[in-house]
Nanobody, 124 residues
């Protein structure tokens, strides 16, 4: 499966963006799809994951209540709606897939097929 992230941009603090992760090549029915982010000089950080079949979700504490992950099966796409953005949300956002169990979803080593990232910049 190939993944392509898009939708990043420059936004002021308090604003919103919606990222898209479009999948091609095969069905996502056996996967969960996750979003991670990486700021310069920092490690890749878990943001959110959704199981394609069933819709179970998991969020990092830092984004709970502000970000929402969802899926559109007709478009084979996972979205990350980001509201109330903060300067500390600035990073390159990547999507990837995992076949791991729920308790492993926060670990980037459990994921593969990383898509090219999309830059999100939040100005203060």
């Amino acid at each position: 499966v190939q993944l392509q992230a898009s939708g990043g941009g420059l936004v002021q603090a308090g604003g919103s963006l919606r990222l898209s992760c479009a999948a091609s090549g095969r069905t996502l029915s056996n996967y969960a799809v996750g979003w991670f982010r990486q700021a310069p000089g920092k490690e890749r950080e878990f943001v959110a994951t959704i199981r394609w079949s069933g819709g179970n979700t998991r969020y990092a504490d830092s984004v709970k209540g502000r970000f929402t992950i969802s899926s559109d099966k007709a478009k084979n796409t996972v979205y990350l709606q980001m509201n109330s953005l903060k300067p500390e949300d600035t990073a390159v956002y990547h999507c990837a897939v995992t076949t791991g169990i729920f308790s492993s979803w926060a670990f980037p080593t459990q994921y593969r097929n990383w898509g090219q990232g999309t830059q999100v910049t939040v100005s203060s």
